[in-house]
């Protein structure tokens, strides 16, 4: 795992406006082109639960927006919550996810470690384990997911 900011993405950056405005975040935002088509996928997370009534709010608010960045061609929107057991992408996702459960796999031992996410910067992420602090720096991270049963 590593940290990458997202790069200056207009659509991503304006997905996100229009997400904040709703009082959530924007996690993920893919675009696929098809034959025909264009499928766009949006994660979006808000602190406690994310359900299907925030998912809907979601779409019915890009919507507009989506069908002007795509205007002629046919489009799938497909709006989420992370999910029970969410895989992380990278590190720059984490500051969504802090206070929750996380579990990585770590390089170093073969193993996973988790707990609650304490905190998350360019460098690494510490979680609070069952034996304490644990500070675990991306590049012995192989992978991340989001754990509900380390919730505090």
């Known amino acids: 795992m590593r940290f990458t900011p997202k790069e200056a993405d207009p659509l991503f950056d304006s997905a996100q406006m229009v997400v904040q405005g709703l009082g959530m975040s924007l996690v993920d935002l893919s675009v696929s082109r098809h034959k025909a088509s264009v499928q766009v996928r949006a994660v979006v997370y808000k602190p406690g639960v994310t359900g299907v009534d925030d998912c ?7 919507m507009p927006r989506l069908e002007l960045a795509f205007s002629g061609q046919n489009l799938y929107v497909e709006v989420s919550s992370p999910g029970i057991d969410r895989t992380i992408k990278d590190g720059s996702e984490l500051r969504h996810y802090i206070g929750r459960g996380i579990r990585c ?23 609070k384990g069952k034996d304490g602090m644990i500070l675990l720096r991306y590049e012995i991270i192989a992978k991340a997911k989001l754990d509900y049963s380390q919730e505090a």
Not at 56 to 62: E, G, T, Y
Request: a negative charge; zero cysteines.
């Open 56 to 62: 809907s709010k979601a779409h019915h608010a890009l």
């Open 105 to 127: 796999f770590r390089t170093d031992i073969s193993d996973w470690a988790g707990g609650v996410l304490r905190s998350a910067d360019e460098t690494g992420l510490v979680l």
